[in-house]
């Protein structure tokens, strides 16, 4: 007898079909076919394990299992269920009318238990798209697909649970969520505040200036200055996820395997930090089985990336594209992906290896030309693709001590949003340009004119401290977001003033 239920294949971050045909005639035999890998291979002994411990019997049967389309790459423990649920059907142990109604997603246990597997949601937008009724997913895999509405989602806990329910004897918990509400209710107050970070002022400034306009920032400082600390505020004054975004990120940690059971969606924009030892596939994607890497997995939120001289310069390298593209390739001999890889990066780095170039009361040890060389481990292509860079100095005492509460969070965060609106509105009529930081140089020679007094000041700086070509446009960039902040249509000179301050290593002198 032949029958054929619905699984899905994860291709990137999206979910194509794939089909589930089993055919089964007098004989002895087993296979499965439709380039499977390792663990779909490795199915058998489970798939028949769990059937007789469920009081089904699959055995002394010539059995074939193709999974199409055949030229897709199949991998992974999902497959598990749809592929029982197709063999007790075709032996004729349950009705066979409602199998082309729901994808059916699960692991299986030796005693016939669903194992919770990984992207539940892409698989139900998939489901959605293709006009596919529901799915039947292990327990705690529920809510993530029903944030998908149009698509029924039901949990089990075993294979004979969905054996019943699709042969008509015993229902299943549908789980029904309105994703809307599920996303305003689930908001959460940041959990770093900058009304925790004392002092550092102006660092706060160019954070709220690099978030307002959507530019990745370097700091510049000795050892416990407040690099990290203040790094980790940035989500917290980012303006909130889009329920399109919640989504989009929601969908990467999800095929990453990263998205806790009953999770429903992330409501906090990600922040990823990863370890300076870090390899190139860990941190762009890849590996055999291309998988998101660090930089997709801060899509819509922030990279941090803390002592960034110490990175390996190639796999610092890699970023440069990521940074101006906002997507990731990664091609493999076995397949190619696409991820989404739009994200703030924000990078921290001591002045010097012993950390105490210009430190106000510490004398820094290192040797001549120390100082140069060790800024030129980040290449300058890559420095180029960062529009700010800020030196923070040590906290003094009196700051430290003081009683009184700095800005919130949430006072930044009204302004950085307010911000964010005025672009939005401006650049409506442009193509994937959203904030300023993405302006190319003809939408700045557009948008990001100064005024005379602007042009003289920007004209001056550029001769008294030396700064390069490259700086010149990021300045402008940078003022084009103060002047949002600050509500003025036009760059003023006060802006550009200001932008200036933020072009730190670019000045000749700087590290001599």
């Not at 296979?31 to 058998?44: C, F, M, N, T």
Request: proline residues 6%.
């Amino acid at each position: 007898m032949f029958v054929k239920t619905y699984n899905a294949a994860l291709v990137g971050v999206n979910a194509q079909c794939v089909t589930v045909e089993v055919s089964v005639e007098d004989g002895s035999s087993f296979s499965i076919v439709g380039l499977p890998d390792a663990a779909v291979r490795e199915s058998y002994e489970r798939i028949m394990t769990a059937t007789t411990a469920s009081g089904y019997n699959v055995y002394g049967r010539r059995t074939v299992i193709n999974l199409s389309p055949g030229d897709l790459r199949k991998e992974g423990t999902a497959y598990d269920l749809s592929m029982a649920v197709a063999l007790i059907a075709s032996t004729k142990q349950m009705k066979a009318d409602h199998l082309e109604e729901y994808i059916l997603l699960g692991e299986l246990s030796l005693d016939g238990k669903l194992r919770p597997v990984k992207g539940i949601l892409p698989i139900a937008l998939m489901a959605k798209k293709h006009q596919i009724k529901g799915m039947v997913v292990p327990k705690g895999n529920g809510k993530e697909g029903a944030v998908v509405n149009g698509v029924e989602v039901y949990e089990a806990e075993t294979l004979k649970e969905v054996v019943e329910f699709l042969d008509d004897k015993t229902p299943l918990q549908r789980v029904v969520i309105d994703t809307q509400k599920e996303f305003e209710q689930a908001k959460l107050s940041a959990t770093y505040d900058f009304a925790d970070v004392k002092g550092q002022e102006n660092v706060k400034r160019a954070m709220e200036v690099a978030a307002a306009g959507g530019h990745n920032i370097l700091l510049v400082g000795p050892p416990g200055s407040g690099k990290s600390m203040i790094a980790k505020r940035v989500p917290s004054i980012l303006p909130p996820f889009t329920l399109e975004e919640s989504l989009e990120s929601t969908k990467i940690y999800s095929v990453a395997g990263k998205l806790g059971l009953d999770t429903t969606l992330l409501v906090e924009r990600p922040f990823r930090a990863p370890h300076h030892s870090i390899s190139m596939p860990a941190l762009v994607g890849g590996g055999t089985s291309p998988r998101p890497g660090e930089i997709s997995l801060a899509h819509n939120g922030v990279l941090f990336l803390d002592e960034m001289a110490e990175f390996n310069r190639s796999v610092l390298e890699l970023l440069r594209q990521p940074l101006e593209e906002r997507t990731i390739t990664v091609a493999r001999a076995k397949a190619t992906a696409e991820y989404p890889a739009s994200f703030m990066l924000v990078a921290a780095m001591n002045p010097c290896p012993c950390g105490y170039y210009n430190h106000p009361t510490r004398e820094c040890t290192c040797p001549a030309g120390a100082v140069e060389r060790y800024l030129s481990r980040v290449s300058g292509p890559l420095m180029d693709r960062i529009d700010i860079q800020v030196e923070i100095a040590p906290i003094p005492f009196e700051k430290l001590s003081e009683p009184r509460p700095s800005e919130s969070s949430s006072a930044i965060r009204e302004r950085v949003i307010k911000a964010r609106s005025l672009q939005t509105e401006r650049y409506k009529g442009e193509p994937n340009i959203h904030c300023n930081a993405q302006l190319t140089p003809k939408l700045m020679r557009k948008y990001a004119q100064p005024d005379e007094d602007g042009l003289r000041k920007l004209k001056i700086a550029m001769d008294r401290f030396g700064l390069s070509a490259r700086a010149y446009d990021r300045i402008l960039k940078v003022a084009r977001t103060i002047a949002d902040l600050e509500g003025s249509e036009t760059i003023k000179g006060n802006h550009i003033g200001e932008a200036i301050n933020y072009r730190s290593l670019d000045r000749d002198s700087w590290g001599k």
